[in-house]
């Protein structure tokens, strides 16, 4: 096995969570995810998956490595599963059970014309079509049908929540680059 550059090794400084290991699967190596989202491009385009240890680790279990180099990756069922450079056998593979997924956010594929990551919207300011501001975004809801947006404005007293859809006929605009959402939204909704 060759020693990963330090570039390779270095925490990507937009990492953002996408999905976990659930277990071992096969005998060669291969890992099975749970990704977070229902469309898991970002684990099939990113070629190194940054690790974290799982949030309760298992006594008797070996350290987790910092970086896997993806080799394989494809989807089976709800789930992914793939093999990287550092998981020789099973046994490899089972010490990451629980561990956290971690890519760059510039690994993700381009997002279409009107399409975004929920990543990019989470701590936009949502502002409705008379200029108020209802708050910031601090979470998206999949509903099935469509996402909704929690905003949250910790300016209020006590902080108010306020949970939009998103959908064109709530969300008139999204301009990420000035940080902000507009939306037909009132204050008393």
Do not use: C
């Not at 937009?14 to 999905?19: N, Q, R």
């Not at 890519?103 to 079509?129: H, M, Q």
Request: no cysteine; hydrophobic share 45%; net charge negative.
């Amino acid at each position: 096995m060759s020693a990963l550059a330090d570039d390779d090794l270095a925490w990507p400084s937009d990492a953002v969570e996408v999905g976990r290991v659930l277990d071992a699967w096969g005998i060669k190596g291969w890992i099975k995810v749970l990704p977070y989202s229902t469309d898991p491009q970002a684990l099939f385009t990113a070629r190194r998956w940054f690790l974290q240890p799982p949030e309760a680790p298992r006594p008797g279990v070996r350290p987790v490595p910092r970086v896997l180099r993806i080799t394989a990756a494809r989807e089976h069922g709800d789930a992914v599963v793939a093999q990287a450079r550092e998981l020789p056998d099973r046994t490899a593979a089972e010490a990451l059970k629980g561990a956290r997924i971690f890519v760059s956010r510039a690994s993700f594929p381009t997002a279409d014309e009107g399409e975004y990551y929920w990543v990019d919207l989470i701590g936009l300011a949502v502002v409705n079509r008379q200029g108020y501001t209802l708050g910031r975004v601090a979470d998206l809801m999949d509903t099935g049908a469509h996402s909704i947006l929690r905003v949250v404005d910790d300016t209020a007293d006590p902080p108010a929540e306020r949970l939009i859809p998103f959908v064109s006929a709530y969300v008139d605009q999204v301009e990420t680059a000035a940080g902000r959402i507009l939306v037909d939204w009132g204050l008393d909704y």
